[in-house]
Every structure is written in structure tokens, then in C-alpha cells.
């Protein structure tokens, strides 16, 4: 296998973004636990101390896949799985590896905790093992999307800026003064994509009486309607959109405004920032970061690799 320098993962609640030497890499932040094997298919189990899950796409066909949102999510079997998929698709295992984790979670001890179930466990692709054999650095997430504008903006780096990371189920809010990370001005709330999606799954249902993904609620979001099975559907969401952009509108003008330095810069990424990028009004301007879906792993990796 080839080595490589440094990898940047991002493991979402959505979706898992992976950056190595600039190659990025996204699939959905799926798993279930394989109970039998495939009959029609080859797939491609990751075995976790001794479980096998499958991971992605593989998992989304399979089906009952296992609920991320939870505290005891990340250093999990089913979290390590996640992990060891994204060493596999990258051909990595050698290098330094940067890994985010929510910013109300971030510590020194948690990291640790992160480092030992790695390194301590049993990681497998087919029946090959694959132990990581590298420098593991934890930071918190909106982090990444900081170093990703900052390499575009290196002059910013020495300003105050204020991170909004828009994720699938929730928004975080980081500051970082002088290029320091500042803990105490961090802020996480449940008010990701996912919601205004949900609501646009039960407005189709309510009026057509069938239920439809997250992926359609989306096309209904862009577009205003769907084509299923050859029927065309168009639902009116206005009123969901403007029930989601005034709650996370006043979240994030109230998290600006109690700042304790006063920004010089205010960015926005994530999955969900490429979503809402038209529909949210703000009071203050905030600026969209280059590629904001990947702009957390591509950041990491820029960490990892001392390039600002």
C-alpha cells in the first residue's frame, strides 16, 4: 500500500468527508451490523473487534442502519467502522491523521480517549487488518473550515473570526481570536438541515398521503417539486422555510452579538450552509467558505499539513 503525508476526516451525522494530498472523498455516514451475507451483491464489511458492519451506500441498501446521534456514538465499533472506510478508500495507513470532533466535546482527555479506542482496536477490510500507524491530532470542528479559509485568506489568520459550521443535525459556533481557538465562545444547537427537511417529509406526506427520504425533501427544497414514478409533485414549503430561517436566523445573530471580542470576520460552511445559502437573511454578513460541504477535512488536512 501507498503511504501518505497527512489525512483529513470529517465524520458527520450526514455525511463523512474525507481529504488526502487534496484527493476528497464523501459518502453517507451509514452503518448497520451485517447479519448475514449478501446473496446478489458483493460487499465490503469493515470487521471491528470482531463485529462486522457494512458502511456508506452499502449500508443504506441493507438498511436499518445504526442511530450516530448519540454521545457514545464516536469511539464506538460502529464510529471505528466509519473510520477504518475511510483509511480503505484512501489507501491510508501511515501519516498524520487530523480528526474533528463536536466543539462541546473537545478536550484534551476526550482526544486521548479518541487516540486509545484507535490504536487499541481491531480493524479490519475483508480479512486484511488495518492498523493506523501515525500521529493522531483531535481538534474541534468548525476548526477546519477556519484553516480552509485561512488558506485562501492568509492575511485573516492574526484577525478575530467567528466560525458557523451548518451541519446535517446541528449548528456549531466557534471563535478564534488571533488565530487562538477560544473554548469559551463555543456554542452547539440542534438546529441542523435536518430540520426544515423533516418538516418538508411531513408537509408531502400530509398532502399526498406517502412518505418520502431526506434526499427528495431536498429536491422539493431546490426546486419546489418531485418526479416520482413518473408523477410530478410540487409542495409548497414556504411556510416551513420561514418557521427554520427565523429560529436559526436569531440563533446565530444572537451567538455574534454576545461575542466576547468583537469579530473581524464572520464565515459559514458545512453540508447545510451550501443548503440554506439563499434562504437564511442575517444581520450581520457572513462570508461562505470555498466548497463548504468539504471545508471542515479539507481544513484538517491543511492543519495536518502545516499549510496556511
Not at 471491528?48 to 465499533?77: C, M, P, Q, W, Y
Not at 417529509?201 to 422539493?220: H, M, P, T
Request: hydrophobic share 40%; proline share 3%.
Amino acid at each position: 500500500m501507498q503511504q501518505a503525508d497527512c489525512i483529513g476526516i470529517d465524520i458527520g451525522y450526514g455525511f463523512t468527508k474525507t481529504c488526502r494530498s487534496g484527493d476528497k472523498q464523501m459518502f453517507p455516514t451509514a452503518i448497520t451490523l451485517m447479519a448475514r451475507e449478501a446473496t446478489f451483491s458483493d460487499v465490503s464489511p469493515v470487521v471491528v473487534n470482531g463485529h462486522r458492519f457494512l458502511v456508506g451506500k452499502e449500508a443504506e441498501r441493507e438498511g436499518n442502519t445504526i442511530d450516530t446521534r448519540h454521545s457514545r456514538f464516536v469511539t464506538s465499533d460502529a464510529w471505528l467502522a466509519i473510520l477504518g472506510h475511510c483509511l480503505k478508500i484512501n489507501d491510508f495507513v501511515k501519516g498524520e491523521m487530523v480528526l474533528g470532533v463536536p466543539p462541546g466535546m473537545y478536550s484534551r482527555e476526550y482526544g486521548q480517549r479518541i487516540r486509545d479506542a484507535i490504536k487499541g482496536s481491531d480493524i479490519r477490510v475483508g480479512e486484511e487488518p488495518y492498523r493506523f500507524n501515525g500521529n493522531i491530532k483531535i481538534i474541534p470542528q468548525g476548526a477546519g473550515i477556519f484553516f480552509r479559509y485561512v488558506k485562501d485568506h492568509p492575511d485573516d489568520f492574526r484577525k478575530n473570526v467567528t466560525v458557523i459550521d451548518i451541519g446535517h443535525h446541528t449548528v456549531d459556533m466557534t471563535f478564534f481570536a488571533e488565530g487562538k481557538y477560544v473554548e469559551s465562545a463555543t456554542e452547539s444547537q440542534e438546529l441542523g438541515v435536518s430540520l426544515i427537511l423533516d418538516s418538508i417529509v411531513k408537509a408531502f406526506y400530509r398532502e399526498n398521503r406517502f412518505s418520502i427520504g431526506f434526499k427528495a425533501a431536498l429536491d422539493i427544497l431546490k426546486d419546489g417539486q418531485i418526479t416520482y414514478l413518473g408523477t410530478t409533485y410540487a409542495v409548497d414549503v414556504r411556510e416551513e422555510v420561514i418557521r427554520y430561517t427565523q429560529r436559526i436566523s436569531s440563533v446565530m445573530d444572537r451567538y455574534l452579538e454576545k461575542l466576547p471580542v468583537q469579530p473581524d470576520v464572520g464565515i459559514m460552511g458545512g453540508g447545510g450552509a451550501a443548503v440554506i445559502r439563499d434562504l437564511v437573511s442575517l444581520r450581520h454578513r457572513l462570508l461562505m467558505v470555498s466548497e463548504p460541504a468539504m471545508a471542515n477535512a479539507v481544513g484538517y488536512w491543511h492543519f495536518g499539513s502545516n499549510a496556511r
